[in-house]
C-alpha cells in the first residue's frame, strides 16, 4: 500500500495508475476505522480496479465545543488494517494540505434545503464543512466512485445532491450500516461511551425500529410517534436532538402517498453524540 501525504505525492501515483486503466474507487475517511468503513472498502474493491482511503479529521465540520481535539485518531493501527484489507494507497493530509488559504478565508461549498434541518440544525455549519472537504478529496483523488455509509444518511443526501447539482464526473454508493449484535450502529465516538452507557446506547435503535413496525401496522400520526420516542429516550438518560419522520429520498416531511420513509434520530449519551436512521417502503 502506497501512503501519500502531500496533494502531489498523490497525483504521481494516481496519474500512473489512470495510464494502466481501470477504475479508481475512493472512500473518505476520519479514521479510527471499524468494521464499518472495512465494509466501505470491501465494496470498493468489488467495484474498482484502485482504491484510495482518505484519512483526515476534518477540523470544519466540527463547531465551537465539538470533540475535533479529542476525536479518536489511530494512523498506525488504521494503516494496518487499510493494508490487510487491500487499500492500494492512504492520502494522510495535513490541515495545511487542504486549506492552504487557512480555514476561515478559503473557498467553501454550500449544499441547500437537504443541508438543513436534523443535524444540519444541531450542527451549524457542518455540512458546509462536509461538503468543502468532499470537494477537495474529489478534486485530488479524481475517483470513478466513491462510497459512503447510510448510517450517516443527511450526510449522504447531501453528497449526493453536490454531486448531481455540480455535475461532477462519479458515482456516489451507499453501503448500509453496520451493526453490534444488539443494534448499535458501528461509530468512532461509541468509544466516548462508559460500560453503562454502552449497555443503554442500543435504545438509539430500538426506538427507531418500534417506529418503524408502528408505520408499517398502520400508524400516521408521525408526531406523536416522535414524542413517544423523544420521552422514551429522556426516560433512559439520552438528550434527544432529533427524532423524525421524512421522506427517504429528499428529507422532506412526508406526504400523501409517499412510499419510501427514512426515519432518523440523533441523541447524545455521556460524551457520545449517537446518530441512527431506518430505511423502509410502505
Known sequence: ????????????????????????????????????????????????????????????????????????????????????????????????????????????????????????????????????????????????????????????????????DLCMPLEIVAVPTVREPDGLALSSRNAYLTPEERERAPLLYRTLVEGRDRILAGERNFGELAARAREKLLGAGFEPHYWEVRAAGDLGVPQQGERCLVILGAASLGGARLIDNILFRI
Not at 505525492?9 to 475517511?29: F, K
Open 1 to 164: 500500500m502506497f501512503v501519500a501525504r502531500t496533494i502531489p505525492e498523490l497525483r504521481r501515483r494516481l496519474r500512473e495508475w489512470r495510464r494502466a486503466g481501470g477504475r479508481l474507487a475512493l472512500v473518505p475517511t476520519m479514521g479510527n476505522l471499524h468494521a464499518g468503513h472495512m465494509a466501505l472498502v470491501a465494496r470498493a474493491r468489488e467495484l474498482a480496479q484502485r482504491v484510495v482511503v482518505t484519512i483526515f479529521v476534518n477540523p470544519t465540520q466540527f463547531g465551537p465545543g465539538e470533540d475535533y481535539s479529542s476525536y479518536p485518531r489511530t494512523p498506525e493501527r488504521d494503516a494496518v488494517m487499510l493494508e490487510q484489507a487491500g487499500t492500494d494507497l492512504l492520502f494522510l493530509p495535513e490541515a495545511e494540505e487542504i486549506y492552504p488559504s487557512g480555514l476561515r478565508d478559503g473557498a467553501a461549498v454550500e449544499v441547500p434545503v437537504v443541508s438543513e434541518g436534523l443535524c444540519g440544525e444541531a450542527r451549524p455549519g457542518h455540512f458546509r464543512g462536509v461538503a468543502t472537504v468532499v470537494t477537495k478529496l474529489f478534486n485530488c483523488v479524481q475517483p470513478d466512485v466513491s462510497l459512503f455509509g447510510e448510517k450517516d444518511y443527511q450526510q449522504l443526501l447531501v453528497i449526493r445532491k453536490m454531486v448531481r
